[in-house]
Nanobody, 115 residues
């Protein structure tokens, strides 16, 4: 059973960089695809990007200029950085295993962008 756990600040100021980490247990991030997905209040899920088994990354075109996903294989973690945040980036952020189909989800973490 793969388990994922998001961690990071719950409050970020506008114009700053949002940073989250996903710790994976029960599976290796060197196999498969590992995504970041968010859900703003009152809206649907939005796929942000993915890091693949070989470390390659792919991003949503609408967020590509502000998004970076990286990994630390020694800790079995992958991370999200979203720069120049605005209140519109307020959302529940999820890490997940999978790309077109998600096999496992983290519980999600609320991030609020506010001064």
């Amino acid at each position: 059973q793969v388990q994922l756990q998001e961690s990071g600040p719950g409050l970020v100021k506008p114009s700053q960089t949002l940073s989250l980490t996903c710790t994976v247990s029960g599976g290796s991030i060197t196999a498969g695809y590992w995504s970041w997905i968010r859900q703003p209040p009152g809206k649907g899920l939005e796929w942000m990007g993915v890091i693949a088994y070989d470390g390659s990354t792919y991003y949503s075109p609408s967020l590509k200029s502000r998004t970076a996903i990286s990994r630390d294989t020694s800790k079995n973690q992958f991370s999200l950085q979203l720069s120049s945040v605005t209140p519109e980036d307020t959302a529940v952020y999820y890490c997940a295993k999978g790309l077109a189909v998600v096999d496992y989800w983290g519980q999600g973490t609320q991030v609020t962008v506010s001064s």
